[in-house]
């Protein structure tokens, strides 16, 4: 893999690139993995989801400008198939058999998939808080599951990616960012808002584990006012759950480093990580950013806000949202400013926490029409 | 609402347009709501839906040119989102307070959340099957849920319909094709595929229910051609369960008008229906096209084979590639042909359904490091 991609692309026309791609893989001669054979290059048609515009929900908080970048819109419905694609790619060009993970679903789920096209076998280690449906979803595409407890899958990840053939998809490292790779599959998020709304975002607001997504998107945007100049970089905003703060404590105190919480937890289980990247906070005060906690209520209510305009993400998604509007409520986001929140994962993955947003309104009805148009009326039956 | 679309689009650059296009809206001009005001447009970023190419799924069954159209990238998780996205733009212009619905899952979730985009109410008409992740995602759009038996649901539906200010999404009647704006919307399908294929299409495969995709994505080819000329109009071919081949069974006579079916059944709910669009037929006769016929056997191994390259499609969606290995097998479908096989929903609809794919080789370990060695090298723990 050659890492001269910057300097070849200063003599690309990276604007026309930018202008003609149209699916994930156009953005290959910014990617680590140009110089692989063509058939190393795995595609599930990740990438090129949408943005939408959310007037509605923006006016409610005093935002004209608000937007959401749709990554359930992905092959396995999460951000994560960004990093996995790149990263699976790079593994099966360098000749290895088995790619293995950890992984609370959404990153799971994303290398069985991979793995599955790339024609490589997949482990994955989950927690036994994963949901029955993910579970079925990885098995599906015929990855093993080992389910063990949190405390254990370290060592676990450690021995596993010890053996020959055996490539770690996120190498569970505390600090240091996860596989490099995948790390610049994250990059084409920048490059698609670029397409998306131009050079003139203010801000991009990421939910986060360890923050690799906010980091990755970071970098994209960066490497992009290098290339070819943006009117701004956007600040990146990071969101965490209050139990698993690592990113907004550190912040809060100006840190070099995030901090390592004990005993994280959160109803968003994705987001539910002890430890972040050093480098995402990094991003987070190269851009002039911020990192916001939140906590399990705010994260349900804005949840339930996403559901009442046709937006179903899951709860570490919506996390981003309620950081958006705990920002938007302090005078954080100016009402002028284009601001993107990234809703990483779909709702579907989760379906208990569907059960959370609102009472469920479902009758059973088996008689008569008169008992249809009665409950729809909503008079009692 | 105009339909003279047509004869406008004359006067205009089809193939520019087609060149431009990268959202759903963007074909608006072919769509019929060109004369809309632009806030009764409703956006989730539905259609863009990704093509991939499936060389090693084809290559195992004689085919080199095999594409999947992976419809579960839409917001909803299904092609739905396409004709929803219309009917309802349609229905809030004209005035209507609420949309209702009958539909086993897609048709519903898609409903609700774009009427919630709208500021709509939504009242669904669920069978009892219709599986609990769905009722919870349908819920947590804010849209009420009816579940009753099917013998029940046309005279509900029609009920409903009847009230003032009730927009019916897809109305129920033999024969005749549904709401004819949601038709339209499946437009994009073909507009999207001559743009990632080009116009020499031969055959595209849909699963078929009442078959509206079908016609839909067969009327979009036809007019592409009538506006700006095709290499050549695909086959239209629709796959069907054996126990619900109301296509199947008159096309083997050459009928005019679909067969209804009697105790429909099949393991595929979304497309376990007794009757089909008398459109669809015509769409299969006019195209040069077939309709076939697939067992649940044939449907679960379909998609045990997508799962096996990384791909999670409902067992609906999978039936349309039992078709398509049907036909190979048959020597139906040219080695060389370019075959389109549109998988309409995701997998992660019906969990329980995957369940079925593979034995689920899930194990728990919470013990040691060499009981996780041993149980990825396949020895006893």
Redesign the interface.
């Known amino acids: 893999v050659s890492y001269d991609y910057v300097a070849r692309l200063r003599a690309r026309s990276v604007p026309e690139l930018l202008s003609k791609a149209?699916?994930f893989w156009d953005f290959a001669p910014l990617l680590p993995v140009d110089d692989l054979e063509r058939r190393s290059v795995i595609?599930?048609?990740?990438g090129?989801?949408?943005?939408?515009?959310a007037a509605?929900l923006g006016a409610r908080i005093g935002l004209k400008r608000l937007f959401f970048k749709?990554e359930?819109?992905?092959?396995?419905?999460s951000f994560k198939d960004r990093y996995v694609a790149v990263t699976v790619s790079v593994a099966r060009a360098a000749g290895f058999r088995r790619v293995v993970a950890s992984s609370t679903g959404n990153l799971a789920a994303s290398v069985?998939?991979?793995?599955?096209?790339?024609?490589l076998d997949a482990?994955v280690l989950c927690p036994p808080e994963t949901s029955?449906?993910l579970?079925?979803?990885i098995?599906?595409?015929?990855a093993?599951?080992?389910?063990?407890?949190w405390d254990?899958r370290a060592?676990?990840l450690a021995?596993?990616a010890s053996?020959a053939g055996n490539f770690p998809v996120g190498l569970f490292m505390p600090g240091p960012i996860s596989n490099p790779f995948g790390i610049e599959g994250y990059k084409t998020i920048a490059y698609e808002l670029y397409q998306q709304l131009g050079s003139r975002i203010d801000s991009v607001v990421f939910p986060c584990a360890r923050g690799n997504g906010l980091y990755g998107t970071w970098k994209g945007f960066k490497e992009l006012d290098e290339l070819c100049g943006l009117e701004r970089r956007p600040r990146m905003i990071g969101v965490q759950p209050a139990g698993a703060a690592s990113l907004p404590t550190a912040f809060a105190r100006g840190a070099p480093a995030a901090a390592t919480i004990d005993g994280a937890h959160s109803i968003a289980t994705s987001i539910r990580e002890s430890i972040a990247s050093d480098a995402a906070l990094h991003a987070i005060y190269a851009s002039g950013g911020a990192a916001v906690s939140v906590n399990d209520r705010q994260i349900v209510e804005a949840?339930?806000d996403l559901?009442?305009?046709?937006?179903?993400a899951e709860l570490a998604s919506a996390a981003a949202f309620a950081g958006v509007r705990s920002l938007a409520a302090e005078g954080n986001l100016d009402e002028e400013a284009v601001v993107v929140c990234v809703l990483t994962s779909?709702?579907?993955?989760w379906?208990?926490d569907?059960?959370r947003?609102?009472a469920?309104?479902?009758?059973?009805?088996?008689t008569t029409?008169e008992a249809?148009?009665a409950?729809?009326s909503g008079q009692a039956q």
């Open positions: 149209r699916t595609d599930l048609g990740q090129s989801t949408p943005l939408i515009a509605e749709i359930g819109a992905n092959p396995t419905w069985a998939a991979f793995a599955a096209r790339a024609g482990v029955r449906e579970i079925a979803l098995a599906s595409y015929g093993r599951v080992l389910i063990m407890d254990m060592s676990a021995e596993l053996a949840a339930a559901g009442s305009v046709g937006i179903s779909a709702g579907l993955k379906p208990a569907l059960d947003l609102r469920p309104d479902v009758r059973h009805i088996a029409k249809v148009i409950a729809v």
